[in-house]
């Protein structure tokens, strides 16, 4: 019993010694560690959208990323917008940007996980940042018996846009190895945006609101200056 224990004992140790060792890869300067930088290419998801990026490491401790993302999304909804009627708003939703990172690992003999850990700076021209939306009755507007059409009452449109630089700053685990060459990252960090461009514009009816409602919009989105990053990347080594 005791040599079948001690037996089942050194076999688990053999096998976390052998996970332990298939983690670790051997460094350019002849040393075994956990390299958290490699050249690589792979596909990114995350709340930037869907994109691209490659990394090439510049030392054993600073990495180089390039990367371009987009996020388009269209829909409607229908709300009473402090209303007695309903307003139908079709909207849209554009993202995209061709972003450079900074990677720095600050704990280059940590273990496995940590020494994958590294604190990121760089930036991104956004070519679209922003949305747009077009807002007007659901239904006819009755004046008596007279029914006057949702186009004739007048159509509310509205531009937000953040297009430009923007920099950013973050964190993140890289070269998580899946199998093989193949492995995950994750990065976690925010773009500084500041203030957007807002216009509005009305038709018919509706012509007087923009002066009122414009500024209003506009002081509502001066604290939206950051812009949240969530993403995974899923890529290979080369």
């Known amino acids: 019993m005791k040599s079948t224990l001690l037996m089942v004992l050194t076999g688990c140790g053999m096998l976390a010694s052998t996970a332990t060792f298939a983690q670790q890869e051997w ?32 030392s054993t401790r600073f990495n180089l990323r390039l990367s ?17 009627y309903d307003y139908k708003a079709d909207f ?28 990121t700076a760089g930036g991104a021209y956004f070519f679209k940042a922003g949305g747009s939306a077009n807002i007007m009755l659901n239904e006819p507007y009755y004046v008596g018996d007279i029914a006057f ?12 846009d953040w297009k430009g630089w923007a920099p950013y700053a973050g964190l993140g685990w890289h070269n998580l190895v899946i199998a093989g060459g193949f492995n995950m990252g994750l990065n976690l960090g925010a773009y500084y945006i500041g203030d957007p461009d807002v216009k509005m514009t009305a038709t018919n009816w ?3 609101n923009p002066e009122v409602n414009e500024p209003i919009l506009r002081r509502n989105l001066k604290d939206y200056k950051w812009l ?5 990347k899923f890529a290979y080594n080369y």
């Open 27 to 58: 460094l350019p300067d002849g040393t075994l560690g956990h390299p958290a930088f490699t050249n690589s290419i792979g596909l990114t998801v995350g709340t930037q959208g869907v994109g691209v990026e490659v990394g090439t490491p510049l």
């Open 68 to 84: 371009t993302t987009l996020l388009p999304y269209k829909g409607d909804v229908v709300k009473k917008f402090n209303s007695s």
């Open 92 to 119: 849209k939703v554009e993202f995209m940007n061709f972003s450079g990172f900074i990677d720095w690992q600050p704990f280059p003999n940590a273990g496995v996980l940590f020494s994958k850990f590294a604190l």
């Open 149 to 160: 059409s949702p186009e004739e009452v007048g159509v509310l449109s509205t531009t937000v």
């Open 206 to 208: 509706l012509s007087s």
């Open 228 to 232: 949240p990053k969530l993403e995974i």
